[in-house]
Nanobody, 113 residues
């Protein structure tokens, strides 16, 4: 059974940084595009960043220049480096195998002073 396990969330002050990790238990990880999504309280889940098989990346405008998605195919892991965090980044962050309904359990990121 394919599983995704996110980690790295927590409480951070505005302007701080966090790195999220998502390890996938799937063979052929390098053949899949991966995405990071987030869902804030009372809001719909939204795409934050995507990385394809060639490591080409895309970001939602609100995180461009602050967040970086990357992948390590040897470790079956995708990362989300988040810098200059803002209160509006507070959400549960999920990783996803692109184009599937395979989701992790989510990791909570809270940006607050």
């Amino acid at each position: 059974q394919v599983q995704l396990a996110e980690s790295g969330g927590g409480l951070v002050q505005p302007g701080g940084s966090l790195r999220l990790s998502c390890e996938a238990s799937i063979s052929g990880f390098s053949f899949y595009a991966m995405g990071w999504f987030r869902q804030a309280p009372g809001k719909q889940r939204e795409l934050v960043a995507r990385i394809n098989q060639e490591s080409t990346t895309n970001y939602v405008d609100s995180v461009k220049g602050r967040f970086t998605i990357s992948r390590d195919n040897d470790k079956n892991t995708v990362y989300l480096q988040m810098n200059s965090l803002k209160a509006e980044d507070t959400a549960v962050y999920y990783c996803n195998i692109w184009g599937t309904e395979v989701w992790g359990q989510g990791t909570l990121v809270t940006v607050s002073s």
